[in-house]
């Protein structure tokens, strides 16, 4: 499986697994190394963690270059007026009479507690192309679906650095 990152997403993993070969690595090497040197290591619990540590370090090198390596770049094609990557939409549940703001993001990205969704959701996929005062028909993967209707878009802003800036908005509830 590939997943769908960004260039930033990408560039994010390379310097966090240039960081963990060139700085972590030879860190917990030396680590191992001295509490190895405290004695017996059936009962060197200062090896163990050591050890332990080193696996994880190892483990996310992996997982990172494994993600590097498959990855699909995405990028958005959305005009001015659509619902596109990282932008933050207002939707209005009908059943629920609810209102929500949710950021479409990359699967990396997702964070379900902020109303970060992924654009490979079944809403997120729903809201991709779509304008402001659109009536959305998401389906869900039982096969069962719901309507929304976008109250409002708000689009991504890049930084001068390159990154992505969002004001921080979270969900509320509409009555009346």
């Known amino acids: 499986m590939h997943d ?11 310097e966090e697994l240039d960081y963990r070969r060139r700085v972590l690595t030879p860190k917990l090497l030396e680590e191992v190394k001295t509490a190895r040197a405290f004695g017996d290591l059936s009962e060197n619990f200062e090896y163990k963690a050591a050890k332990q540590d080193q696996n994880r370090n190892r483990s996310r090198i992996r997982y990172l270059e494994r993600m590097i390596a498959t990855a699909r770049v995405l990028r958005d094609h959305s005009a001015a007026d659509e619902v596109g990557l990282f932008d933050k939409v207002t939707v209005w549940f009908e059943e629920d009479e609810l209102e929500e703001v949710y950021e479409i993001v990359s699967t990396v990205k997702v964070d379900v507690m902020s109303n970060r969704i992924s654009n490979v959701s079944p809403l997120g996929k729903a809201l991709l192309g ?27 802003q890049a930084a001068p650095g390159g990154k992505l800036l969002t004001p921080e908005t979270g969900p509320r509830k509409i009555t009346g």
């Open 130 to 156: 779509r304008k402001q005062g659109d009536r959305v028909q998401v389906t869900m993967e039982n096969g069962l679906s719901y309507f929304v209707t976008i109250r409002a878009i708000e689009k991504a």
């Open 4 to 14: 769908q990152l960004t260039k930033q997403d990408i560039r994010e993993m390379q």
